[in-house]
Nanobody
Framework: QVQLVESGGGLVQPGGSLRLSCVAS????????MGWYRQAPGKQRELVAR????????IYANPVKGRFTISRDNGKNTVYLQMSSLHPDDTAVYYC????????WGQGTQVTVSS
């Protein structure tokens, strides 16, 4: 069955950086467009970054453009999100999933940006 396992979150000060990882299983990862989503308290889940199957095309939501970088390693079935210049508004639970997400979600990883 499909499993998505996110890791790498934590507490970071404003302006800091984090690198998130997500290992996927149960899908043909190398032919699947992947994305990172986030859900802040009281808000809907939103797609913040997406990456093409080969990694050559990436698209970002405006709030994270220029600060976040999505990448993937198809040999490891893993997608990454490098986050820098973090702001308190980035506080959320971060999830990976396919774009046009599957019904199955991982547990997510909490990112808290606070001084």
């Amino acid at each position: 069955q499909v499993q998505l396992v996110e890791s790498g979150g934590g507490l970071v000060q404003p302006g800091g950086s984090l690198r998130l990882s997500c290992v996927a299983s149960g899908i043909i990862f190398s032919t699947t467009i992947m994305g990172w989503y986030r859900q802040a308290p009281g808000k809907q889940r939103e797609l913040v970054a997406r990456i093409s199957t080969g990694g050559g095309t990436t698209i970002y939501a405006n709030p994270v453009k220029g600060r976040f970088t999505i990448s993937r390693d198809n040999g490891k079935n893993t997608v990454y999100l490098q986050m820098s210049s973090l702001h308190p508004d980035d506080t959320a639970v971060y999830y990976c999933n396919t774009v046009g997400p599957l019904a199955v979600w991982g547990q997510g990883t909490q990112v808290t940006v606070s001084s």
